[in-house]
């Protein structure tokens, strides 16, 4: 079975054969069915039955795409929220609408925060429907960020290693995850990870699934990988604590999250897929 994470699915045609075609896209804004996404407290609206909260275009500065046969439009929100709020507003967002979700808040809180030129610091304008940004300055051309980010989980003779970061709620334990650095590749940086929060040595690093993670731009690259032994030295400045759990211990907290041995990472995110397919397998 195809895992299939939160914040992925169709959502989107993205059309980006128009985007360097501005009159094809003003053309597209003027549609009586064109609409524009209603941001409310810094994230996209959500309706109380799940779906997107869309309106009449007043500042269609990014050309999203069609939803269907519908061109989508956004403004430029004047500032966007954390994780921590939109976390809140994610059991009531639809899954299929989370695509588009995850699309419209990564690149609205790009532009937030890239109007400068990062090679001479002019002003940028807004190019290709709002995919990208141009200095007319220096022609530099700057595109919307995405931060790869390995999470994975480390198996030893049949149990899972799992950590719990500071910030968590408590009981929560969930898979390691960081950065990818410049000059590394997918398997470098899960190997890297495991041995720095956890002092483990790893083999067979295989690929699992991918997820955007819109919070505010990263891809999150879901792993497996193989320990070479069960002693652990954990990172403390990175994490609260890790260990290893039994295939029994993690399908028990899967199954009931609030009494079960730990609180499982959240449906939306990326590390409950993993677990669930670790379990399947
Ligand atoms: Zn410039």
Request: aromatic fraction near 8%; hydrophobic fraction near 40%; include cysteine.
């Amino acid at each position: 079975m195809r895992p299939e994470p939160f914040f992925t699915g169709a959502g989107l045609d993205r059309a980006d054969q128009l985007r360097g075609r501005p009159e094809d896209i003003a053309a597209l804004a003027r549609r009586a069915d064109a609409r524009q996404l209603a941001w409310k407290d810094g994230l996209p609206g959500i309706a109380e039955d799940g779906r997107l909260v869309w309106q009449g275009l007043s500042a269609p500065d990014l050309f999203l795409g069609f939803e269907g046969e519908e061109p989508r439009f956004s403004a430029i929100p004047e500032a966007v929220e954390g994780s921590r709020a939109a976390f809140a507003l994610m059991g009531s967002l639809a899954p299929d609408q989370a695509p588009i979700f995850a699309a419209a808040l990564s690149l609205g809180g790009w532009h937030t925060r890239h109007r400068f030129c990062a090679s001479c610091g002019s002003p940028t304008e807004i190019v290709r429907g709002g995919w990208s940004r141009s200095c007319p300055r220096c022609s530099a051309e700057h595109y919307p960020r995405v931060d790869p980010v390995v999470i994975m989980l480390a198996e030893h003779d049949g149990a899972l290693l799992l950590g719990r970061q500071p910030h968590y709620p408590p009981r929560r334990y969930s898979a390691l995850a960081g950065f990818v650095e410049a000059g590394e590749t997918i398997e470098d940086a899960v190997a890297r990870e495991l041995r720095e929060e956890a002092g483990i040595a790893v083999a067979d690093v295989a690929y699992v699934a991918s997820q955007p993670w819109p919070f505010p731009s990263s891809l999150m690259i879901g792993c497996f990988a193989r320990s070479l032994s069960r002693e652990l030295e954990v990172d403390t400045l990175e994490l609260d604590d890790a260990r290893w759990f039994t295939r029994d211990e993690v399908a028990a907290a899967l199954a009931d999250p609030d009494s079960g041995p730990f609180q499982p990472p959240p449906r939306f995110a990326i590390a409950r897929t993993l677990l669930e397919c670790w379990l399947a397998s």
